[in-house]
């Protein structure tokens, strides 16, 4: 199983980024995938998660209304839209399946 993360960078408050997360070393289409995060100082916090399909998605609070999680089954990918960020979305984000994690992608909002 691999997974590998990418799109972070720096960005505005109030701005916009697109994390992918490329998978391989398994049948993607198959599998619940996650995006998870951590800030300085903090633990890891779950932030979205997506059925195999793609039809059912669901997010933490702090990031509802805002982050959307989708997939793209036939190119064994899964993104994360992030819009109207904020400083305290400042984090290394991870992509999950099961219990291997890619090695995160840094996002930092700031002005």
């Known amino acids: 199983v691999q997974l590998v993360e990418s799109g972070g960078g720096l960005v505005q408050p109030g701005g916009s980024l697109r994390l992918s997360c490329a998978a391989s070393?398994?049948?993607?289409?198959?599998?619940?995938m996650y995006w998870y995060r951590q800030a300085p100082g903090k633990e890891r916090e779950w932030v979205a998660f997506i059925s195999s399909a793609g039809h059912i998605t669901n997010y933490a609070d702090s990031v509802k209304g805002r982050f959307t999680i989708s997939r793209d089954n036939a190119k064994n990918t899964v993104y994360l839209q992030m819009n109207s960020l904020k400083p305290e979305d400042t984090a290394v984000y991870y992509c999950?399946?099961?219990?291997?994690w890619g090695q995160g992608t840094q996002v930092t909002v700031s002005s």
């Open positions: 070393g398994f049948t993607f289409s198959n599998y619940e």
């Open positions: 999950r399946r099961g219990d291997s």
